[in-house]
């Protein structure tokens, strides 16, 4: 597909804009192709990211386009940072989205990426030494990057090409590499999520936690500081042993008890309808961990700006924090934080789209929610 020589990129989008309403934003400033012209990327789990290109058929209406940045768009009360980019960023992105998930057989791992790289920024970083065709930057338990990332690419051959950048610089970080040469977490599927695990706890030691079940794998979460953040995610060999497995929930490894969840491949819990995240690194744009705290009933996307809110109703749900920041900030997301006894803690993660967004929010500190004053604080 060929792309236009004048491509801005949109960052912040509201997640549900449609092209049509894009295109209609964009009306005097010449887009390319009409609709086709108009590019949202979806994350990894098939939502809007919040990320989106638009081709414009002159230089002059690039212009133009750029001056809107930051503008309301449509009727979400929303903006969106509007940049110039180049044209192979937005073909880069074509190229993965047309690609799809069949060619990605050959993986590499990363950690301690900086958390405020793209996924672009990660592919390119691999060249020339390999073509990397796809990234899946992990998200923490706040939405924020983990430092945490998995390249994807087409052949064997180039995924140990990009093993010569290990330990290479990335903006001042180093970054440690490793083959991943089939998705660990997708070869049975069947998991459970465990919470308040000893930070000092192996792999083996979470095993044999599991005995008489069978545990093939397990994936500690590491918070964004790199350090274990109390959760895991253990994968067995069939349904029976998952389900002896979870006989374990609540009983005590060394001096802390176990929180067992049964969750998908992702981490996202299979017992509600919105599902749940891995309080520690998530899967999909994808760390501190909340000891066993964290479930959540909704899947819309995430936005990257956190506000923790205390002092909430205990039988506050996710729609009516959404609806208290209203109309002062859009709420894209909201996590029902839970205590060690699974029950409600009184504090949530409010996610918005952008810093300007949590900054509004943000002048709801000590207001009332119910019969309750909610107390906020920023945790970007």
């Known amino acids: 597909m060929s792309v236009s020589d004048h491509v801005a990129r949109l ?6 804009v449609s092209k049509a309403e894009l295109l209609e934003f964009f009306a005097d400033c010449e887009v390319a192709k009409g609709e086709d012209g108009i590019h949202l990327v979806l994350n990894h789990e098939g939502r809007a990211s919040g990320l989106g290109f638009v081709e414009f058929a002159s230089a002059a209406g690039l212009e133009e386009g750029l001056k809107l940045s930051n503008k309301n768009i449509a009727s979400y009360g929303r903006y969106a940072k509007i940049s110039e980019c180049p044209t192979k960023e937005l073909q880069w992105y074509l190229n993965r989205m047309e690609a799809g998930t069949e060619s990605k057989k050959f993986r590499v791992r990363m950690r301690g990426l900086p958390y405020r790289v793209t996924e672009y920024d990660v592919a390119q970083w691999f060249a020339p030494e390999a073509a990397c065709s796809d990234v899946e930057i992990h998200l923490n338990s706040d939405g924020r990057s983990s430092g945490i990332a998995t390249a994807f690419f087409d052949s064997r051959e180039e995924a140990e090409n990009a093993l010569k950048k290990h330990n290479a610089d990335m903006n001042h970080r180093y970054i440690a590499l490793s083959l991943e040469s089939e998705d660990p977490m997708s070869r049975h599927g069947f998991f459970i999520r465990m919470g308040g695990i000893p930070f000092r706890a192996s792999d083996e030691e979470l095993k044999e936690f599991f005995l008489p079940a069978k545990c093939v794998s397990v994936r500690i979460i590491f918070n964004n500081e790199g350090r274990p953040s109390g959760n895991a995610i253990a994968e067995f060999e069939s349904e029976a042993d998952a389900l002896q497995a979870m006989e374990k929930d609540r009983e005590t490894l060394g001096k802390r008890f176990v929180i067992l969840t049964r969750v998908d491949a992702s981490g996202y819990n299979l017992n509600e309808d919105g599902g749940g995240d ?61 205590n060690r006894d699974g029950r409600p803690s009184g504090e949530a993660v409010a996610e918005f789209a952008t810093q300007e967004e949590a900054e509004q929010a943000l002048t709801k500190n000590r207001q009332n929610l119910g019969t309750r004053y909610v107390i906020l604080k920023a945790q970007y």
Not at 11 to 16: A, S, T
Not at 310 to 336: D, M, N, Q, Y
């Open 278 to 338: 891995t309080n520690g690194e998530r899967r999909g744009r994808s760390g501190g961990g909340t000891g066993g705290r964290g479930f959540d009933t909704d899947s819309e996307g995430r936005g990257g700006f956190s506000v923790r809110m205390s002092g909430l109703p205990f039988r506050v749900t996710v729609e009516e924090i959404k609806e208290w920041f209203s109309p002062e900030a859009t709420c894209s997301h909201a996590r029902l934080l839970l």
């Open 11 to 16: 960052e912040g989008l509201p997640f549900k």
